[in-house]
C-alpha cells in the first residue's frame, strides 16, 4: 500500500488488520487520517505523496497503516474506481 | 493564535467532562487543537464521547443530542431518538481578501463559526455558533 493513490474506507481498515472491517461501518466511530465522520465503506481517502502512515480510529481502538513508499504517478485503486463509478461517495483529501 | 469565544464542553464514556479552554484542553501556540487532543485522550483511555456541547464564557451553552444512556434532557430518556454515533467539532471561517500584483495586501475574517456535528449512521447534525455574534446559531443536517 502506497501514497499518493486514492483508496476506499474499507481498504484502509483492512490494511490496518481491522477485525470484520466491512462491519464497523455506520455503527460506531470511525476516523482514518483525522477525518471522523466515515459511515460507509466506499468513502474515498486520498493520500498525499508525503504521507507515510495513516492512523484508523475504530470505536475506542487505534490502529496504524505504515505506507510502503508512494506511487509516482497518482493512483486510484480498482475498488476506489468501482466506488466512484457506482456511489459518488463523499471524497476526503488527506494533505500532510 | 485565534482565541475562540466558543469552545467545547464534553462528557465521555467514563464520567468525565472536559471544557475546551481548561487544563489539558487549552489552545497553546506549536500543539494540536484542543479537540485533537481530546481525540487522543479518548484513544489513550478507551472512552468515548457521550455529549458534545458549545460553551460560551458568558454562560450560554448549546447542547447537540446526548449519545449515552442517561441524558440529562429528559424529553431525550422518553423518546425513541436514534443516538449519535460520533461527535466531531471544527471551526468555519471565510474571509475577504485583497491582492495587488499577485500579493495579498488586505485580509479580514467575516465569518468566524464554532462547529459540532453529532454523526448518525446516514446524515449528520450540525451545530453552528458564530463566535462574533453568539445569537447567530444555526443547525444543518447534511446527508452522508
Known sequence: MKANTKFTALELLTAAKVEKPEEKFGKGRVRIAGVAGIVKPNHLITLGKDVKKVDVIVGVDKFEVVLEGSEEVFTVTEEAKKALKVNKPEVTPVVK | MQTHTVKFQVSLSNGETFFEGKGQFKEV????????????????????????????????????????????????????????????????????????????????????????????????????????????????????
Request: net charge negative; aromatic share 12%.
Open chain 2, 29 to 144: 501556540a506549536g500543539e494540536k487543537s484542543p479537540f485533537q487532543k481530546l481525540i487522543d485522550y479518548l484513544v489513550d483511555h478507551k472512552v468515548e464521547i457521550t455529549s458534545l456541547a458549545l460553551y460560551t464564557d458568558e454562560g450560554r451553552k448549546f447542547n447537540l443530542p446526548h449519545a449515552g444512556k442517561n441524558p440529562k434532557f429528559s424529553p431525550q430518556i422518553k423518546g425513541d431518538f436514534i443516538l449519535p454515533i460520533d461527535f466531531n467539532l471544527f471551526r468555519y471561517v471565510e474571509q475577504d481578501m485583497k491582492a495587488t500584483g499577485g500579493k495579498v495586501t488586505d485580509s479580514k475574517t467575516v465569518n468566524l463559526f464554532t462547529v459540532a456535528e453529532a454523526i448518525y449512521s446516514d446524515y449528520k447534525v450540525q451545530l453552528w455558533v458564530d463566535e462574533n455574534d453568539h445569537n447567530n446559531c444555526r443547525v444543518l443536517i447534511l446527508g452522508s
